[in-house]
């Protein structure tokens, strides 16, 4: 709940002395926070971690309450919650995505990093208005030394960095990736499944200009762009053709987002802090699926945000802030819609009709929020804070509340309350005129979350958390409205995180979840477990370092199978096509899944470093899901990643 205090001093550091930023950013982050529903990790610690290929956010699934749908998906679904109702921030600015393809690789450079946030409950009312979490990334400021950079080079991607001073004031970083399987193996056809897909093509781009005005302002210039596709063919003899068969043919998925802003930081004294950005962020999609038809979405949004901390008399810690956006989405769309929806496992392309749509649309919001952190006793703190809402295209206004109690028992144990309200836009196809309901409602939840943490000797530290979610208003299909709000759920929780910072010789941490999370449909009463409901996530993550030169690393993660919804019996469709008849919705669960991932980074020189990687080292057959044949009378299940190693150099310059 409280503002992150610790973030505000580090950005102060950098301000003050630019000459430090290098010292500051290999510090690593204290693990535990003060502010209940909030895991931190830096950016050395996230991409060191085995089986991350490097990359510092993949790494992050591997926090407490984050459950992940299989091995090529980066969302995380945050309890009880899609990856979709998550918001992502970086360095208080939006991103179009985080990660390149749904789960590849992220599409910010791992070494520009500096620490990752996530908030997964009752969070400040200064973050934006999902009901899942709140993934926060800093990226680290430029070198101000000299010029200078990296080059590096995986099986995935390779990229380059540069960085440094322009003057005694200014200072920049650029970093520039691309993908390399597609470079070398454009296509793969398998004959005998009737598909070819292409490997997916992506690229991204970060840049930063800072200027240090004076010690009391700095301004810089962000720049962050990201483009991704990929293409698939299905033919006649496809399953998934004859189950399906408006899939016949060429297939294609195109996503980008560029993103760019100028920030005005400033602290006028000691107490006071004020930071305003302005940018403008455009995003590209367009996807045709074989003879289904094809959509094109082009948003562009112009957005203001500005954020005021100060400090009033000895107990008292106000924070306010403003988000304006206007936002232009040009549509063209000329598909079939079977309006899907997680309620109904019967989403057929076939049989659902086309959705025509050519036309621009205008969606304005603000929000406006406001927070006091009030010690009113010497190891007692309230947080208290409003966030309010207006969304101009659903003509909606919406207040919600958060509220924090934090105890100091000792100064390294704390007791943490925190209970907040939160709501949700339904998905943009939902609230379309032409096909679906404008005059849908948010999705509402209630969270409440109680956690003790504590700070041991050595660098151990440890942190326990219970927690409740109660959601309604999901939106479910309907013959008449197209959509309505008429479903609910709820999650809840015990999770635990066990952790030994990094250094000279071991280190590591074990976090393990137990959980359960529901859904209702309220017009039907069917209950049901959520798609994501893993009741067991346990992750152990096991690290050496011997010497400056080499460090080893082992992860070994395992949860509950998900759940899947089983095809019980077939029936035939008006134009004679066999159709499935489901069981209960998510009623059988995959096996339990686990895998271990081994890692090693060698330090040559100064210079040249490498690592290397073997994901899945004991070759688990993880079940991803099932095909069934045509006639849906027979299932065989399909493996997740195989045993796959992985290499990577990195050249400092």
Not at 19 to 28: N, P, S
Not at 182 to 207: H, R
Not at 328 to 334: A, H, N
Not at 363 to 381: E, G, K, L, M, S
Request: hydrophobic fraction near 35%; include cysteine; proline fraction near 5%.
């Amino acid at each position: 709940m409280n503002v992150n205090a610790q973030q505000v001093a580090e950005q102060k550091e950098e301000t003050q002395d630019p000459k430090k930023v290098q010292e500051v950013t290999i510090k690593a982050v204290k693990p535990i926070q003060s502010s209940v529903g909030k895991n931190s990790l830096s950016g050395e610690e996230l991409a060191r971690m085995p089986g991350s290929s490097g990359d510092p956010l993949k790494g992050m699934q591997n926090l407490p309450g984050i459950a992940s749908g299989n091995d090529g998906d980066g969302g995380a679904a945050v309890r009880g919650t899609r990856p979709s109702d998550n918001a992502y921030y970086v360095d208080t600015l939006p991103v179009g995505y985080l990660f390149h393809m749904g789960g590849f690789v992220s599409v910010f450079n791992p070494d520009l990093i500096r620490r990752f946030d996530l908030y997964s409950a009752a969070w400040s009312p200064q973050y934006g208005d999902v009901i899942g979490g709140v993934f926060d990334v800093a990226l680290r400021a430029p070198r101000t030394d000299r010029i200078g950079g990296k080059v590096n080079a995986s099986l995935l991607n390779s990229g380059v960095l540069v960085e440094g001073p322009l003057s005694e004031n200014t200072s920049f970083f650029l970093s520039a990736r691309r993908s390399i399987i597609d470079l070398f193996v454009k296509e793969i056809k398998d004959e005998k499944e009737g598909t070819s897909f292409t490997f997916p093509s992506y690229s991204d781009v970060q840049g930063r200009f800072l200027w240090n005005i004076n010690q009391k302002n700095r301004l810089r210039f962000d720049l962050s762009t990201a483009q991704d596709s990929v293409k698939y063919n299905l033919k006649e003899k496809s399953i998934d053709v004859q189950h399906d068969p408006v899939l016949l043919g060429e297939s294609s998925i195109g996503n980008s987002f560029s993103n760019m802003a100028v920030v005005l930081e400033s602290e006028p004294n000691a107490k006071t802090s004020n930071q305003i950005a302005l940018g403008q962020m455009v995003s590209h999609e367009k996807t045709r699926i074989g003879s289904a038809g094809s959509y094109a979405v082009t948003s562009t949004q112009h957005y203001l945000r500005e954020k005021f901390s100060t400090t009033l008399g000895q107990n008292h810690e106000l924070t306010t802030g403003v988000n304006l956006s206007s936002n232009l989405i040009k549509l063209d769309v000329d598909i079939k819609n079977p309006r899907c929806t997680e309620f109904d496992p019967n989403c057929d392309a076939t049989s659902a009709n086309y959705a025509t749509i050519k036309r621009d649309q205008r969606d304005n919001q603000a929000a406006v929020y406001i927070q006091d952190r009030w010690t009113f006793a010497p190891q007692w703190a309230l947080t208290g804070g409003l966030r309010s809402t207006r969304d101009d295209y659903l003509k909606q206004n919406v207040i919600d509340p958060r509220l924090g109690l934090e105890y100091s028992f000792t100064p390294n144990t704390i007791f943490s309350l925190a209970v907040g309200r939160h709501h949700q836009e339904p998905a943009r196809e939902q609230t379309l005129t032409e096909i679906g309901n404008p005059h849908l409602k948010s999705v509402r939840s209630k969270q409440i979350a109680f956690g003790v943490a504590q700070n041991l000797t050595q660098g151990w530290s440890w942190r326990a958390e219970v927690y409740k979610k109660d959601f309604d208003h999901f939106v479910v299909s309907d013959a008449i409205e197209n959509y309505r709000n008429g479903a609910s759920g709820s999650a809840h929780g015990l999770e635990v995180l066990v952790k030994k910072d990094m250094g000279y010789g071991l280190s590591g941490f074990v976090s393990v979840s137990v959980s359960k999370s529901k859904r209702h449909n309220d017009i039907t009463g069917e209950n049901f477990s959520f798609a994501y409901d893993q009741p067991v996530i346990a992750n152990a993550v096991l690290q050496y370092k011997p010497s400056e030169k080499f460090q080893y690393g082992a992860r070994w993660s395992y949860h509950t199978g998900q759940p899947d919804t089983p095809i019980i019996g077939t029936r035939k469709d008006t134009d004679g096509r066999i159709r499935p008849v489901y069981g209960a919705l998510n009623s059988e669960r995959f096996p339990a899944y686990h895998r271990l991932d081994l890692r090693m980074d060698y330090r040559y020189s100064d210079k040249l470093s490498y690592y290397a990687e073997i994901i899945n080292a004991y070759a688990r057959k993880n079940i991803g899901r099932y095909e069934y044949s045509a006639d849906y009378k027979t299932r065989k299940p399909e493996a997740q990643m195989p045993l796959f190693p992985s290499v990577g150099v990195e050249y400092k310059f």
